[in-house]
């Protein structure tokens, strides 16, 4: 009986030891997960994916609006429909594109961890990895700028969305709801720069610009260029976010040729 007594405490404590091997080891792999770009990486994705899919479905149906209401002579719209329609491909384009860079940016957080250290022993720079590092670093910083333009423009159809939303909102209003002036209330897209003066009609009063703001390609269009300035807004953080990790991570790169040290960033 002793002999057995002895084997299961010996057992009972092969499997302790194994089950706190297991949970040092998960730790120590948590704790070398780059959670910095790991978040940036995702807020970048939904940022993007916003940005583009709300996007393209708006500029369709802003395209829809300017040919039904606004411009009936299609000569008079030639130019802007050419625009919006490269403007969709270049979507396509960013979409790749930072799908790709968002990858390669977290591989680049898990690889400046000190997870990589002890999983395959000393990690020693060469001036190439800085190199590489440093040129992300750059990229980053310029994308980040590039974007801040680009969440700026993406609010200039949501300002002019807007003003045609309150324009219709004062004719649906009691005060002027049943007046003659109601039909002297009127929008003037000619005056964004959208389409050029001699469009016809290109202004729109009254019950008929009420009309085109109860239409579902109007309120599909305001809100999805709403959600897109919000997605270019989440990009932009994102890319704030990735331009510290980035440079930390060159930081630790250039200072581990120097001396040994870790990050978790």
């Known amino acids: 009986m002793k002999p057995a007594m002895e084997t299961a405490a010996e057992e009972n404590t092969e499997q302790s030891q194994e089950r706190k091997g297991c949970f040092e080891c998960c730790i120590k792999c948590l704790g070398g997960v780059p959670y910095a ?20 479905v708006a500029l369709a149906g802003t395209v829809a609006i300017l040919e039904q209401h ?27 594109f930072f799908f790709l860079y968002g990858i390669i940016l977290l591989a680049e957080g898990f690889y400046t961890t000190s997870a990589v250290k002890e999983l395959h022993g000393e990690f020693k720079t060469t001036a190439c ?9 750059f990229l980053t910083y310029v994308l980040g700028v590039a974007w801040l333009g680009v969440f700026g423009f993406s609010a200039v159809p949501v300002f002019m969305f807007y003003n045609i939303w309150s324009t219709c909102e004062v004719i649906k209003s009691p005060q002027t ?3 003659t002036g109601v039909e002297q209330i009127c929008v003037d897209v000619r005056q964004y720069g959208i389409i050029p003066w001699n469009a016809f ?3 729109i009063c009254g019950s008929a610009l009420e009309n ?19 997605g270019a807004g989440a990009t932009v953080i994102a890319l704030l976010i990735y331009m510290m990790a980035t440079t930390y991570n060159y930081a630790v790169l250039k ?7 870790c990050t978790k960033f």
Not at 37 to 56: D, E, K, M, P
Not at 212 to 230: P, Q
Not at 255 to 261: A, G, L, N, P, T
């Open 177 to 179: 709801n049943g007046t």
């Open 212 to 230: 085109i703001c109860n239409t579902t390609e109007f309120y599909m269009s305001y809100h999805l260029f709403i959600v897109a300035c919000a």
């Open 129 to 137: 990895g800085r190199c590489i590092s440093g040129m992300f670093v």
């Open 201 to 203: 009609p290109g202004k």
């Open 70 to 96: 606004f411009s009936t002579n299609t000569s008079d719209h030639a130019l802007l429909s050419e625009v919006i329609q490269l403007m969709q491909y270049v979507i396509y384009g960013i979409a790749s």
């Open 37 to 56: 770009s790991l978040v940036a990486t995702i807020l970048c994705f939904s940022g993007v994916a916003l940005f583009c899919g709300c996007g393209h």
């Open 255 to 261: 200072f581990k040729s120097r001396e040994d040290c």
